[in-house]
């Protein structure tokens, strides 16, 4: 019998319930990272004891490069600026993160129905546990990758619209009568959840990979071996 039988029996067996654990984080993984806007606001001092402020705004997927932080020709400190851009693009990693987690929140349910309505198959079939296993295995790694690339990227960002990088960016911050401070912070409280639920992610489909390779013929074969012969009890002739 192949039909759907909905039984929610696996929810209270580690294989079930961390599954749904792993589906909760990943909502969380990819909302506190791919929401994400803020503003910085950088103050520049003037010579002439003046102050004007710049306004650094940077949002997901944190493509810095084309963030235009100051839009077109105007004056500061009687200074002309161009056209400024901010400089860094953590895009690729951002996006990367994102996406694995994506994937891991589909794959969850994908894998919730098949447990809630098709654990009868599941468990008289030898590929699918194989499957489940060597898919969580992979997201395992992925995970690894994606939170280490997107921890590297966030501080790229961090350092891109701190007063050291909007200082750089800026030429009139070179300028010895001017000085150019971030007197107001976003706050990357969310950023940096993003990064501890990565990790977290990571050790809870470690947990899971175990709990599925248990479920495979590797593991049943490797207890259901025969002990060897030992030794037998030969009764004492009286």
């Not at 039909?3 to 792993?22: A, D, M, Q, T």
């Not at 506190?32 to 997927?61: K, M, Q, W």
């Not at 994937?103 to 349910?109: A, E, T, V």
């Not at 309505?117 to 008289?124: A, L, P």
């Amino acid at each position: 019998m192949t039909g759907f039988r909905l039984n929610f029996s696996p929810l209270k067996e580690p294989l079930g319930f961390i599954k749904l654990v792993e589906w909760l984080t990943a909502v969380f993984a990819f909302g506190s990272c791919g929401g994400f806007s803020g503003r910085n606001i950088l103050t520049v001092l003037c010579g002439d004891g003046r102050n004007e402020t710049v306004n650094a705004d940077f949002h997901y997927p944190f493509r810095l490069s084309q963030v235009p932080l100051i839009e077109g020709n105007t004056t500061i400190c009687n200074h002309s600026v161009t056209l400024t851009h901010m400089v860094g693009d953590s895009s690729s990693s951002a996006e990367f993160f994102v996406g694995i987690a994506i994937i891991c929140f589909l794959h969850s349910m994908a894998a919730l129905l098949v447990y809630l309505g098709y654990m009868h198959v599941y468990k008289n079939s030898e590929f699918g546990p194989i499957f489940d296993f060597v898919i969580t295995a992979i997201l395992v790694f992925l995970w690894l990758v994606c939170s280490s690339a997107w921890a590297k990227g966030l501080q790229n960002v961090k350092y891109a619209t701190d007063t050291e990088g909007l200082s750089a960016t800026l030429d009139l911050c070179k300028d010895s009568n001017t000085t150019c401070e971030v007197t107001e912070y976003a706050n990357l409280r969310t950023l940096n959840i993003s990064v501890v639920f990565g990790y977290l992610n990571m050790f809870v489909w470690a947990i899971n990979a175990w709990f599925v390779y248990k479920e495979t013929r590797w593991h049943s074969q490797k207890f259901s071996s025969p002990p060897g012969a030992g030794r037998q009890h030969v009764p004492t002739t009286i």
